[in-house]
């Protein structure tokens, strides 16, 4: 009965080694294959003052997230490169299209502008944010991949509480949840119908790039650390050898 008493020992020290063994190699495995999220911030030319604090209650909430901040600016009022929100929505969708982010933040005065500049493009599906409640039913409900915010008009005292708030209750939870969790069938339905209308409703990116005014293009292109974000991050030779071709400029190296 010892004998066997041991063997049993032995047995099961074996088998928690070899659970500790693969637990350890999942742990391993899963922070290797981890998706870091890539979130770009661009403002325009009449809110571009608010740009650092945009950024820094934004990257608060990123970093304990995991994800990746890209600034793109505007960084100042007196930038060389100034954006307007229809520039914001060319730069946002040509981001986006390119696999450069997987979501983007950006605004204007009221929002407004800015959200109907970025729908304006395909494979763009862009919300109008408010308030925290407003964030947390755009991810559940709606699942889009840019918010504009109003960052003048109800912008006062408290301004910075208000956006970490935001920001914290859209990337609370997976995408797509649903809100209330009953109604996420269909509202996760309709997602996917949204998504094929506007495949049909808008043409392809490299298309619109090629023919949409080419200074107001140029112009959306042109901030100080554009190049040096966008051809590192880039997933889309197309559109990165067209960007390149307007802008006149030699890729940075890649590591």
Same mark, same amino acid.
């Given at each position: 009965d010892l004998r066997m008493s041991r063997g049993l020992g032995d047995v099961y020290k074996r088998q928690v080694q070899r659970y500790r063994h693969v637990k350890n190699y999942a742990q391993k495995l899963c922070a290797e294959m981890r998706i870091i999220m890539k979130i770009a911030l661009i403002n325009e030319n009449s809110q571009a003052a608010k740009n650092a604090m945009v950024y820094e209650n934004l990257k608060k909430v990123a970093d304990a997230k995991g994800y990746e901040v890209v600034n793109y600016g505007m960084y100042s009022a007196d930038d060389a490169a100034q954006l307007t929100y229809v520039q914001c929505g060319i730069l946002a969708a040509i981001l986006l299209n390119s696999g450069a982010a997987d979501f983007v933040v950006t605004g204007c005065g009221t929002g407004e502008g800015a959200m109907l500049a970025l729908n304006s493009f395909p494979g763009v599906l862009c919300g109008h944010i408010v308030d925290p409640s407003d964030a947390f039913m755009f991810s559940q409900i709606n699942a889009g991949n840019a918010v504009a915010l109003p960052?003048? @008009?109800?912008?006062?005292?408290?301004?910075?509480?208000? =956006?970490?708030? +935001?920001?914290?209750? *859209?990337?609370?939870?997976?995408?797509?949840?649903?809100?209330?969790?009953?109604?996420?069938?269909?509202?996760?339905?309709?997602?996917?119908?949204?998504?094929?209308?506007? @495949?049909?409703?808008?043409?392809?990116?490299?298309?619109? =790039?090629?023919? +949409?005014?080419?200074? *107001?293009?140029?112009g959306a292109v042109s901030g100080e650390h554009f190049a040096e974000y966008f051809f590192k991050d880039c997933k889309n030779a197309e559109i990165a050898e067209y960007i390149l071709s307007l802008i006149h400029i030699s890729e940075p190296t890649r590591h």
């Open positions: 960052f003048a @008009k109800g912008f006062g005292w408290g301004a910075e509480l208000n =956006l970490t708030y +935001i920001f914290e209750k *859209l990337f609370e939870q997976e995408p797509g949840g649903g809100y209330p969790k009953e109604r996420v069938v269909p509202e996760q339905r309709n997602k996917k119908i949204l998504d094929e209308v506007k @495949k049909v409703t808008h043409t392809d990116m490299l298309y619109i =790039l090629k023919n +949409i005014d080419k200074e *107001l293009l140029k």
